[in-house]
């Protein structure tokens, strides 16, 4: 049965660490096996706390009724600006929705109104299982204001694109994306009320 039976912890930095188990494979063999983290301690990762809370808060933003909002970041392991949503980990002390808010105000200097829906939406959800135990929960709303670069971080370097749906498509078809910003793009141009879902009746599994 495949286990994790000794973490070895490599690094020791604040929003990411490094962390080297040793492994059992379903047969009985040992094997190393590398991975990262959001947390800054062992007993803190998921394999000692299944059910901790998320680590961060991806959002997907109405402009109005037909335009998303989304960001073109500079990601540097890439070497270059890909397309995102908007995104950022959770403080200590918020709830998601409260984190939605303030990264939406960083990130974009755009003011962001989340909308109400069943908890089911906002079910934190691993984002790479395979390489971390990162997960972020989902939150969706409405943004309005104009963009600015007041809030960004000195390491920040982010244009905010207020996007129709010709203008996703085109960004689908030509740009690089983030996987969360590929699947809410394809939702987004597929037509009608992005949102629709959210009013779904979840009671008798009509989504």
């Known amino acids: ?19 080297e188990l040793e492994a059992e494979g379903r047969t009985g063999n040992d094997f190393p096996y590398y991975m990262v983290s959001r947390m800054t301690k062992p007993e803190n990762l998921e394999i000692n706390q299944p059910k901790r809370r998320a680590d961060g808060v991806i959002v997907f933003a109405l402009y109005g009724s037909d335009r998303i909002v989304l960001v073109r970041q500079y990601r540097y392991p890439l070497g270059r600006r890909i397309y995102e949503l908007p995104a950022g980990l959770i403080d200590d002390g918020e709830n998601p929705r409260e984190a939605a808010i303030r990264e939406m105000k960083e990130e974009t200097g755009l003011t962001f109104r989340p ?17 971390t135990d990162e997960k972020c929960v989902l939150v969706c709303g409405y943004a309005e204001g104009e963009p600015d670069e007041a809030g960004l971080e000195l390491t920040e370097d982010i244009e905010v694109v207020i996007a129709d749906r010709p203008q996703a498509r085109r960004i689908l078809r030509e740009e690089s994306c ?3 910003c590929a699947y809410m793009l394809i939702h987004f141009i597929s037509g009608g009320d992005p949102f629709a879902f959210l009013s779904a009746d979840s009671s008798n599994g009509n989504l």
């Open 1 to 19: 049965m495949s286990a994790v039976k000794k973490i070895k912890q490599d690094t020791h930095n604040a929003f990411l660490n490094f962390y």
């Open 115 to 131: 909308v109400h829906t069943d908890p089911l939406f906002e079910n934190p959800a691993y984002t790479t299982a395979g390489m």
């Open 178 to 180: 983030a996987l969360p």
